[in-house]
């Protein structure tokens, strides 16, 4: 792989080159907030809606945000530039920054925050993923309890998608109190027999996510009835259609869940309908 120009507090940088300290609190606590935007045609997709999301993770935690959302996007953009990304995504982590050594209290208003950003080349219209589906296998969720907010910690859904591996799965729901919270880096949605597009309500549970939040005004414009609510994994199974959506998979069908086939096992007349609307849409008013 071409070697990329990565942003480190200010400056771009090779790869390589790009550092930040052992002290930094996102290293050593993470202590930190993070965005993926996803980019198509050299364009970003759903721009506003990821900084929005972004100041909102870090006011939650008390998290300085220097910059404002036309700073962040010159960055984005610059990054795209320099790394001639036609189609992937934008990665932005935003920490604590480093106060010189490890404590646990937050450092006072002198100890700026790091911003790093990279670009991730990804085929994201043709991948596999996205049109053939992928198999789901439910873990436990056990997660803490504050996931709206986009927090770096992201160590159990990396063992969770390591255990769905394992099981032979492409990815994992997680499941909590008999109803699944969302996916592992993705929220989770089902069309049930009766043609009705449910997907769980916002809470501190679930991540909002961005892509979740257009899909939904996709759906209302297609006339589809909707239910903002939690599912069981044995509703899901009993689907007639299920899927995914994020920044980096958009709407991606899944076909089938801890072994057991969606309907056919192929995917849903209406999951590839909603996949073709997002793209379109994105396309449309990518900036
Ligand atoms: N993940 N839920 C979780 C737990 C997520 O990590 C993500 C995104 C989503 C979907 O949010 P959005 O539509 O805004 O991308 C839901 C990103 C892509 C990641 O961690 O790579």
Same mark, same amino acid.
């Given at each position: ?107 006072? !208003?002198?100890?700026?925050? /790091?911003? &790093? ?5 990804? +085929?994201?219209?043709? @991948? *596999?993923? $996205? ?115 994020? !920044?980096?998979?958009?709407? /991606?069908? &899944? ?5 057991? +086939?969606?309907?056919? @096992? *192929?995917? $849903? ?19």
């Amino acid at each position: 792989m071409t070697q990329r120009t990565v942003y480190v507090n200010g400056d771009y940088v090779a790869e390589q080159d790009a550092k930040v300290s052992v002290f930094d609190r996102g290293f050593l606590l993470a202590d930190g907030v993070y965005e993926v935007s996803s980019v198509l045609d050299g364009k970003l997709i759903d721009f506003s809606g990821h900084m929005q999301r972004l100041k909102r993770s870090a006011g939650a935690l008390e998290l300085a945000l220097p910059w404002d959302d036309e700073a962040l996007l010159t960055i984005h953009r610059e990054l795209i530039r320099r790394n001639a990304l036609e189609e992937g995504m934008v990665y932005l982590q935003l920490t604590r920054g480093s106060a010189g050594d490890r404590e646990f209290h937050y450092p006072g !208003a002198d100890t700026p925050p /790091t911003l &790093v950003l990279f670009t991730q080349a990804k +085929a994201l219209i043709a @991948g *596999r993923s $996205g049109n053939d589906g992928i198999r789901i296998a439910t873990q436990p969720d056990w997660r803490w309890a504050r996931r709206d907010i986009k927090t770096v910690q992201l160590l159990y859904p990396a063992m969770a998608k390591m255990a769905a591996k394992a099981a032979g799965a492409d990815d994992a729901w997680l499941v909590e109190n008999g109803v699944v919270t969302e996916g592992a880096s993705n929220n989770a949605w089902i069309l049930t027999q009766d043609g009705v597009l449910v997907t769980r309500e916002l809470s501190h549970a679930i991540l909002p996510g961005i892509t979740r939040a257009v899909v939904l005004e996709l759906a209302e414009a297609l006339s589809l009835r909707v239910e903002v609510r939690a599912f069981s994994v044995e509703e899901a199974q009993n689907a007639r259609e299920c899927f995914v959506t994020s !920044a980096s998979s958009f709407v /991606t069908p &899944v076909v089938a869940i801890d072994d057991i +086939a969606v309907a056919d @096992g *192929r995917p $849903g007349q209406v999951t590839r309908q909603l996949r073709d609307a997002y793209i379109e849409e994105s396309r449309r008013r990518a900036i």
